[in-house]
C-alpha cells in the first residue's frame, strides 16, 4: 500500500488525523505555532526539526497529554481537542517502549483491554491477535529483559494495536539503538506500519530516519512548520533556505543572472566564474536579477578542465576524504567560497584529483535549485 501525495487520497477519502492551526504556548514562549496538517489513512508522517522546535510538543498535544492554548484536534472526524489521554485512541510509544519490566508479554499486551474492564476471554484473543500481527507468537510467557530491543518494540506496538488504538505515535523511537540495530527496526517498524496500514505519525531529528520511513515529512523549526511533503519534495525542493539546510549538505552560491541570445541563461558567480542553466531558472527570470542558488554535492561532477564560460565553477582540490562508496572533494572556488563534490567510487576510479589541483565544479543538468529568498 503506497498513500500518498495528498491530492490522490483527498479524493473520497477522510484524514485519520487534522490538526488545526495548534499552538502551545508555555508562559511568554511559543513552543508550537500554528501547526496544520493532515494524516490520511494508512500514512506515515514524521515531524522532523532540531531539538526544541515543537515536535514532541506536537506529538503529546495529540495524544492529549498536553492540551494547545489554541486550535482544534480532529481524530476520525470527531473533535478530541478537550478529550483527555486516556479517552483517546491513539497508541504514543516513547524512545524507550516503556514496557512494565514485572509483567510478561501477555501481560503487557493484555494491559489496556485489561484495564478497560473487558473480560478474560476477549484479553486473550486480542493479545493472541496483536501478537500474531507482530509476528511473536509463543512469547507470551517472557518478560521484557528476556526479549531483544527488537523484540521489546514490537511488544511495544502488539500493545497499542491491542488497545485498539487507531493511530500510532512515536516519539524518538529509535534513537537509542546502535545503528546497525537502528537501521534494521526502522525497516521492521515501516514494513509492519505498511502492512497494517495503521496511520503513524514518527517524530525524530533525524533526517535520513524520516526520509527512509516517511510517506510525507514535516520540517519545523521554531515551533512552526517551514514545508511539508513527500521525501523527494523536500530533499530536492525546499522552499526555504532552513529546509535546504537541514535537509542534507548543501552548497550555496550567488551571483547576477546574465542572458545571451545565443547560449542561453547564467548566473554569474564573479571570480569563481559562470553556472548555466538549461532553462530560465524561474518563469520570471530577468537579466540582471540577483539570485541564491543550492547544488547538492551528489549531483555535481569535478573536471580538470578549468572552466571558462558555461563549463561550472573553477576552484582548487583542498582535501579529498575516501568513504569507501564515495569520496568528497573538498574545493575552494576562486573567491573563497568552500564547496563539496561527492565522487563516487566505481571499480575504474582513480584518484585523479591532486590536492591543490585546479578543477571545474560542474552541476549535472537539473542539479542548480534556485533557493527563495
Ligand atoms: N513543560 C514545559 N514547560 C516549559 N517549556 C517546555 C515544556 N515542554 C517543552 N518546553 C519547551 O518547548 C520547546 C519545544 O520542546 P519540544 O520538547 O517540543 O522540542 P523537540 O522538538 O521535541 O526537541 P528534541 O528534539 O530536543 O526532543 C523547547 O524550547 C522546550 O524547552
Ligand atoms: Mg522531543
Redesign the pocket.
Known sequence: MKPPSQESTQAGKKPVLELKDIS?A??Q?N??ERVSLEVWPGEFVS?L????????????MIAGF?APTEGRIILGGNDITNVPAYRRDVGLLFQSYALFPHMTVRGNVGFGPKMRGEKSGAVAEKVRWALSLVKLEGFEDRRPNELSGGQQQRVAIARVLASGASMLLL??AFSNLDAKLRGRMQEEVRELQLRLGIATVL?T?DQEEALAMSDRIVI?NG?KVEQIGTPKQVYSSPESLFVADFMGRCNRIEGQLTHDGAKGWFLDCGPAGMIRFEAPPHPEARPGEHCRVFMRPEHLTLSQRTGDHGQGLRGEVERLVYLGSRSVAYVILDGGIPFQVHLPNTPGSKDEFPINGVVAVVPQPGAVTLLPD
Not at 526539526?49 to 503529546?60: D, E, F, H, I, V
Open positions: 502551545k508555555f508562559g514562549m513552543a508550537v515531524l526539526g532540531p531539538s526544541g522546535c515543537g515536535k514532541t510538543t506536537t506529538l503529546r498536553i516519539d524518538e517524530v531529528h519545523m515551533g
